[in-house]
């Protein structure tokens, strides 16, 4: 293992201002169209937080219900005969397990893939802070944030003075994504220590250089650990509220349909296209790259989707069938290592309508021609609470079918 970073004495739970305690997650399951229409219209007017919202009748929906609204919601499910289930009895008993776990064993590890880290410690390690990373990985700041956190992109080449076609792999736009920025800091790893021992690694860092968002919302990201671990979107106040959902703000379809534009929603899209650090950096880094840029990825979690573009539209980009094609060698890849069963496709008929989102921009205004949106373990067992001992298959199989994707472009 190339993370070698020795973390400081000192227990840090994650702290939650904000308590789920009695929160349950319920899955519903609608049966027809009809159904779909009144889960949704239910879920609307008790204000629940709906976790998923895959396209397919009978496919299962996902709801965070607090205790106070769970009787009405179970009642209208049972009185419409609507199939649901709990997932999870008590959100805030899992937060606590977790985050006991994380203290008990921070001051006697190294940094390694075994436990979720908090911005402070990823940063450590992409400076270089008492790691043994090689030298041929560098680091700049794309752009500043509020509350004074920077934004930064990994770049890691092997050579060839920045000539080399580029990939782009950003992780963490959602804050409570935990398992996303894990995943890039085992992609990181990978490429870092494989480079020269694996015949496979070498191969691709002497073609291609990989240009890593490791944490695209750091002050989201941070306020799931100190204040509200389910925390969607930026810390930006708008009209007394905070936040804006950084993956509805990309200049794609700006406003369209799957966004709000009430500022209290979580999927707010801001004030216009772009007025967000967070979307700067990614545009002004990924512009910078020209013509090289060859692959765009950006990394979810959950439900185990591999997505090409569109989001905001049911029209296929007009290179669907290549990006497709290698959509099914990455998932086939990936599926190979642990058996883990992902969908293939665009966003729009995999899951929802959603505009303003990343993947889209890439493909549309930076001419990627090869612009994907993942969203990783699992299907709703733990959601976004995804438990650590997870991190390691998660990033195996992740990086497994990205290699294989990117083996596979013409």
């Avoid at 509020?146 to 990939?167: H, L, P, Q």
């Avoid at 204040?227 to 509220?241: A, H, T």
């Amino acid at each position: 293992m190339r993370f070698s970073l020795l973390i400081f004495a000192g227990l840090l739970a994650i702290a939650t201002a904000k308590s789920y305690d009695g929160y349950q997650v319920l899955t519903v399951v609608p049966k027809t169209e009809a159904e779909v229409a009144m889960v949704r219209k239910s879920a609307t007017h008790l204000e629940l937080d709906q976790w998923t919202d895959p396209k397919a009748v009978g496919a299962p929906i996902d709801f965070l219900v607090a205790p106070e609204k769970f009787t009405s919601f179970k009642k209208f499910l049972n009185h419409k005969r609507i199939n649901f289930s709990v997932k999870m009895v008590d959100v805030q008993k899992v937060i606590d397990e977790q985050a006991a776990q994380h203290a008990t064993s921070k001051s006697s590890r190294a940094f390694d893939h075994t436990a979720y880290h908090d911005l402070q410690e990823i940063y450590n390690i992409l400076d270089g802070v008492g790691s043994d990373f090689p030298s041929l990985i560098s680091h700049y700041t794309a752009g500043t944030t509020y509350e004074g956190r920077d934004i930064r992109v990994t770049a890691v080449s092997s050579g060839g003075g920045g000539s080399r076609d580029a990939i782009w792999i950003d992780c963490g736009i959602h804050a409570r994504e935990w398992v996303s920025p894990a995943t890039c800091q085992w992609i990181l790893d990978q490429l870092t220590s494989g480079y020269g021992s694996d015949a496979a690694i070498t191969t691709m860092m002497d073609t291609y250089d990989f240009h890593i968002m490791t944490v695209t919302n750091p002050d989201g990201y941070a306020y799931t650990w100190n204040s509200d671990r389910l925390w969607r979107k930026n810390r930006v106040p708008y009209q007394g509220c905070h936040g804006t959902d950084d993956n509805r703000n990309f200049d794609s379809n700006f406003g369209g349909p799957g966004t709000s534009n009430n500022p209290c929603s979580d999927t707010y899209h801001g004030p216009s296209a772009f007025s967000e650090a967070e979307t700067q950096a990614v545009r002004d880094a990924v512009l910078a790259l020209g013509s090289r840029a060859r692959m765009f990825i950006t990394i979810h979690s959950y439900s185990q989707y591999w997505m090409t573009p569109y989001g905001y539209d049911y029209v296929l980009p007009a290179n669907y069938d290549e990006q497709y094609r290698v959509a099914g060698i990455a998932v086939s890849a990936l599926t190979a290592v642990h058996g883990t069963q992902f969908v293939y496709g665009n966003i729009a008929d995999v899951i929802y309508l959603a505009s303003g989102g990343s993947s889209d921009w890439a493909y549309d205004s930076a001419g990627i021609q090869y612009a994907y949106a993942l969203e990783l373990r699992d299907t709703g067992n733990w959601g976004f609470l995804l438990p650590p001992e997870q991190i390691v298959p998660t990033g195996e199989e992740t990086w497994a079918g990205i290699m294989a994707a990117i083996n596979a472009m013409q």
